[in-house]
């Protein structure tokens, strides 16, 4: 079963603009992160934001925000005032259980083109 | 710099011959490492988690004997693709994880392998 949605293929964005990119998720472990990576061409993957299942206010990281829903169980990444460079692939992902250790499973991802 | 170093970036070769791709962390011990494969405009999928010093955890449908994981060292895993075929071409991203961090695992650099 598939346990990271990411319903949206690819996304537009006119640089200056916010843009928000889905991500929904299943697990019955009580404990568990979310992640948000972006793969640029190079293909390496970058780190931009975590939120843990159990921290009380929504995770921001500069010009990144997650929008935690919990009851929802969606993780949507908010990317404010859209830079040229944010041109890539977003993945959504999930580690399940604690710290250290425990594999992270990834959605299918978003390309997002800004548009200058 | 870089956390989780993985070596070669670029490989090319032969059908029949087998490679060897490296992933070392360098300023942290890994008890763990995950080992990740992706075909173009598709998803990381976890192939298998390598565990310092016991037998690597495959994923259901990963073929054990042809994607040999070694995890010798606490700072060291190797994958190796046995006997290569074409369809094995694929990007190769190795992660480990930082005892006690909560913000995800880091990532390798990650490989392009072309079998011919």
């Known amino acids: 079963a598939q346990k990271i949605t990411q319903t949206q293929p690819g996304m537009f964005v006119q640089e200056k603009e916010a843009v928000t990119l889905d991500c929904t998720y299943d697990?019955?472990?009580?404990?568990?992160?979310l992640f948000w990576y972006k793969q640029p061409s190079s293909g390496e993957m970058i780190f931009l934001i975590y939120q843990g299942s159990y921290d009380q206010q929504n995770a921001t990281e500069g010009r990144y925000s997650l929008n935690f829903q919990k009851a929802r169980k969606s993780a949507n990444l908010v990317i404010s005032a859209s830079q040229l460079g944010d041109s890539a692939m977003y993945f959504c992902?999930?580690?399940?259980?604690?710290?250290?250790?425990?594999?992270?499973?990834f959605g299918a991802g978003t390309r997002l083109f800004v548009k200058a | 710099g870089a956390v989780v170093s993985q070596h070669p970036s670029r490989v090319i070769c032969k059908s029949g011959t087998s490679v060897k791709i490296e992933c070392r962390s360098l300023?942290?011990?890994?008890?763990?490492m995950f080992w990740y494969r992706q075909f173009p405009k598709q998803s990381l999928m976890l192939m298998a988690t390598s565990n310092e010093g016991s037998k690597a955890t495959y994923e259901q449908g990963v073929e054990k004997d042809k994607f040999l994981i070694n995890h010798a060292s606490l700072t060291l895993s190797t994958l190796t693709v046995t006997s290569a075929h074409p369809e094995d071409s694929s990007f190769y991203i190795c992660s480990a994880e930082e005892p006690g961090r909560r913000r995800g695992a880091f990532f390798g650099q990650g490989t392009r392998l072309t079998v011919v």
């Open positions: 992902a999930m580690r399940e259980g604690g710290t250290g250790g425990f594999k992270t499973i």
């Open positions: 300023d942290f011990q890994a008890t763990t």
């Open positions: 697990t019955s472990d009580p404990s568990y992160g």
